[in-house]
């Protein structure tokens, strides 16, 4: 897992480390330690902690003006014995929706497993974004069978063409164009 990289082609546009908006801003990443584990396995050092000790993030890009968020996971979601959405909300999600965002778009290639509970945390994230979305790409099939099954599918955007977006050929705002647009496709 310590090879596994958190995306890096749009750094050059957007780091959360130097966004002031951020709720990353200033968060140091030593490229020389391997300081984080999941499991006893080492994860890169660019993969930014949220509070859990199973799932990590990168947010990728934030958009303000746009309102829109793009953040790549790696490890276990783990609701059951970690709460790992509450930490995901609180520390992540509820900075980020303060500062005027309410479409994230979780890409979940790197999470190699769910562990569900209850879900009145993705409900309140979906109150809090009523005027947007919230869009999981790229998700492992069976990880979202397991959303599904814990019905998490009222309150996030998954599978069908979300799973076929190549969304590294893309830049930021083609990836949020393309993904509002078959959300659109969905609502009608």
Do not use: C
């Given at each position: 897992?310590?090879?596994?990289?958190?995306?890096?082609?749009?750094?050059?546009?957007y780091s959360a480390?130097?966004?002031?908006?951020s709720p990353l801003?200033?968060?140091?990443n030593d490229l020389?330690?391997?300081?984080?584990?999941?499991?006893?396995?080492?994860?890169?050092?660019?993969?930014?902690?949220?509070?859990?000790?199973?799932?990590?993030?990168?947010?990728?890009?934030?958009?303000?003006?746009?309102?829109?968020?793009?953040?790549?996971?790696?490890?276990?979601?783990?609701?059951?014995?970690?709460?790992?959405?509450?930490?995901?909300?609180?520390?992540?999600?509820?900075?980020?929706?303060?500062?005027?965002?309410?479409?994230?778009?979780?890409?979940?290639?790197?999470?190699?497993?769910?562990?569900?509970?209850?879900?009145?945390?993705?409900?309140?994230?979906?109150?809090?974004?009523?005027?947007?979305?919230?869009?999981?790409?790229?998700?492992?099939?069976?990880?979202?069978?397991?959303?599904?099954?814990?019905?998490?599918?009222?309150?996030?955007?998954?599978?069908?063409?979300?799973?076929?977006?190549?969304?590294?050929?893309?830049?930021?705002?083609?990836?949020?164009?393309?993904?509002?647009?078959?959300?659109?496709?969905?609502?009608?």
């Open positions: 897992m310590h090879t596994i990289e958190p995306f890096y082609n749009w750094i050059e546009i480390s130097e966004d002031p908006r801003f200033e968060t140091e020389n330690n391997y300081t984080h584990d999941i499991y006893g396995y080492y994860i890169h050092p660019q993969w930014d902690p949220i509070g859990s000790e199973t799932l990590f993030i990168k947010i990728l890009f934030a958009d303000y003006d746009e309102g829109f968020a793009i953040i790549e996971f790696i490890g276990e979601w783990n609701d059951a014995l970690h709460n790992d959405i509450m930490h995901l909300k609180r520390n992540i999600i509820d900075p980020l929706i303060q500062e005027g965002i309410k479409y994230f778009i979780l890409i979940g290639e790197n999470v190699f497993n769910f562990h569900g509970s209850d879900d009145s945390y993705y409900e309140e994230w979906f109150e809090d974004v009523e005027e947007g979305w919230i869009a999981a790409i790229n998700f492992q099939e069976f990880v979202l069978r397991e959303m599904q099954h814990f019905n998490l599918d009222s309150y996030v955007n998954f599978g069908g063409s979300l799973e076929e977006i190549p969304w590294r050929t893309l830049d930021p705002r083609q990836l949020y164009q393309r993904v509002d647009k078959l959300i659109q496709k969905r609502l009608i």
